[in-house]
């Protein structure tokens, strides 16, 4: 039975909202800048966003935050728009682009000008800085802050005529040059930028500055709550003053919570794209990237992140969740939803002598105890099999219960066998294994009650297919790579081991078909995912999204 949650802060406001009557209908959006690819953090973010208007039976709107020219691209657009549809989000045919409301925006600035609260500043970005004071000391009035009106709305439309050149005027609002929240000290609203936009092309010189935009944005589309992470609450204040001077009707209010941080990993756009344009790896959607692309390939599913996003909570105090979480939650879903195969990725060939050299068995095995629906397949059995190296010790310590010389083991739903002897090349690595089998063993049950403490997994080696597995690990090696010494960058804590790429597995036939993004649990060893960018259907390719092993739960009873 599902237990009732208590609900989190935001929804304690949005209820209060639909009581008061303050709102009629909950409208929300999430607002990505296209800058790069969604990563894990913005996840949070649309469970609120796109959750909370769900939960309300409101709207959430998809609104590119689109006013920084040089940054944005059309590819991150795209790779946006496929990212949330793959989580499962809704935002109907509401796709928009801050880029749309820049006549509006324009407008606006024109208005605020012909209120006396904008002007058009010549100080250049570093007199702004200078002229801006410190948290202790007031700062100082420009020289042009008393411009009329008139001169203002002459230079602000010759500054979108592109008559100035970039960074030589900017309009500021007139605000307070003395107030103790530094945004209020005539913050910059407008910038003059000679570049092209990716959807307004040359038809504006002049781009508007976050702050200004996005409250008014909201207000276009009618949002009622707008809500974003913490580090905007300092920006609300001046959010509000636009509302308030352009008497905005219903204005939407801002909330924030907290960040998501994920240890062992970097939530950073622009860290991301360090990364990829420093081929450090194989691009946005590389399986060890915590972007939602790179999450897709390594075999998480939607599911498990939601269900990750919903363990941590939401709150305003921002901290930092183990990654070993996030593992836990897909291992969760996927020993529900993932059929069992075998497979062995670093084979050794066990040749079983007494057993007939043309004789094919096959057995009916089942594709996952967790879910009895998903039936059973048939999965060949012949003299020669494959079986893992590290379950062969020609001497090992005395609580290996795995094949050794002289010492009997299951294999998984097939035979007991034991092993007669061994063969190494001239480093003393072991090529070939012999063994006899119990035929009275079948099915891998004991045939006279004598005790097999070792079952291991193996295949047909003529039935065998090859593929390459791939084996990630944690990209970074400390819980914090931003963790570095004076004069350090934090790639200096990237896992030089987050990678290993073996080539010559041996899976069992059954995998023949396998999709891309298809997953699986290899038995004993983890759960894998056919990649969907290398993978072909005479070349396999599997990555390990997440072994067997929960240290979750283990650091969770710490
Ligand atoms: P980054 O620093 O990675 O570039 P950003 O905040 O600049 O992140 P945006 O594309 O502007 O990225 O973010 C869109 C929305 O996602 C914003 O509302 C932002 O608050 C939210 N968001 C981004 N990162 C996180 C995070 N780590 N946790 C929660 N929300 C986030
Ligand atoms: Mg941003």
């Known amino acids: 039975m599902a237990e009732e949650k208590s609900k989190n802060f935001i929804e304690e406001i949005v209820e209060e909202d639909l009581r008061t009557g303050r709102v009629k209908e909950i409208q929300t959006r999430f607002p990505p800048e296209p800058n790069g690819y969604l990563h894990i953090g913005h996840t949070k973010a649309m469970c609120i966003d796109f959750g909370i208007a769900e939960k309300y039976g409101g709207k959430c709107n998809l609104r590119f935050d689109d006013t920084n020219p040089e940054k944005e691209d059309v590819k991150y657009v795209n790779a946006i728009i496929k990212d949330i549809k793959w989580m499962g989000f809704d935002f109907g045919d509401r796709v928009y682009y801050g880029s749309d409301y820049f006549d509006k925006l324009y407008d606006y600035a024109v208005e605020l000008i012909k209120k006396g ?11 702004i800085r200078e002229y801006r004071g410190t948290l202790t000391e007031p700062g100082k009035e420009s020289p042009w802050r008393n411009r009329s009106i008139e001169e203002n709305l002459d230079l602000f439309e010759r500054m979108k005529n592109g008559e100035f050149e970039s960074g030589e005027k900017v309009l500021r609002a007139k605000i307070d040059m003395a107030s103790p929240n530094i945004n209020f000290r005539d913050p910059v609203i407008y910038r003059i930028k000679k570049e092209p936009h990716h959807r307004t092309g040359d038809k504006w010189c002049i781009y508007p500055m976050y702050d200004f935009a996005h409250p008014l944005q909201d207000a276009i589309e009618g949002i009622t709550h707008s809500l974003c992470s913490i580090e905007f609450a300092n920006n609300r204040p001046l959010y509000e003053w636009f509302l308030e001077k352009l008497e905005i009707p219903n204005p939407p209010r801002q909330y924030e919570f907290a960040r998501l941080n994920i240890t062992h990993t970097v939530l950073s756009k622009r860290k991301l794209r360090e990364l990829v344009e420093g081929g450090y790896v194989s691009g946005w959607n590389d399986p060890r990237m915590p972007t939602l692309s790179g999450l897709r390939r390594r075999g998480f599913t939607p599911e498990s992140i939601r269900n990750f996003i919903d363990l941590i909570g939401i709150s305003r105090t921002n901290s930092v969740v183990d990654w070993g979480l996030l593992e836990h939650c897909v291992r969760d879903h996927l020993n529900k939803v993932a059929d069992r195969r075998m497979a062995v990725l670093r084979p050794v060939k066990v040749v079983i002598e007494n057993y007939p050299e043309d004789l094919v068995e096959e057995f009916d095995v089942e594709n996952n105890p967790e879910d009895p629906s998903k039936g059973t397949r048939k999965v060949p059995f012949s003299r020669d099999i494959y079986i893992e190296e ?56 004991s045939p006279d009650g004598r005790k097999v403490r070792g079952t291991i ?13 791939r084996l990630y690990d944690m990209l970074f090696n400390v819980e914090n790579p931003d963790d570095v010494p004076e004069g350090g960058d934090f790639k200096d804590n990237l896992n030089p081991e987050s990678l ?49 092993k929960d240290t979750w739960a283990k650091i969770a009873s710490k």
């Open 500 to 548: 290993i790429v073996l080539k010559n597995c041996k899976l069992e036939p059954s995998l023949k078909e396998a999709q891309p993004e298809e997953k699986f649990q290899f038995l004993r060893l983890g759960y894998f995912c056919v990649d969907n960018v290398d993978s072909r259907p005479d070349a396999l390719v599997f990555n390990r999204t997440v072994g067997l």
């Open 390 to 445: 590290d379950d062969f010790m020609i001497d090992p310590p005395r609580k290996y219960f795995r094949l050794k010389p002289g010492g009997e083991v299951r294999l998984k739903n097939a035979y007991f066998i034991k092993c007669t002897g061994y063969e190494t090349d001239e480093n003393g690595k072991v090529t070939l294994i012999r063994a006899t089998y119990d035929p009275a063993s079948r099915g891998g049950e």
């Open 117 to 127: 609260l904008a002007y058009v500043d010549d100080l250049d970005a570093d007199q």
């Open 457 to 469: 997994h193996w295949v047909s080696a003529k039935h065998a297919i090859d593929a390459e597995v």
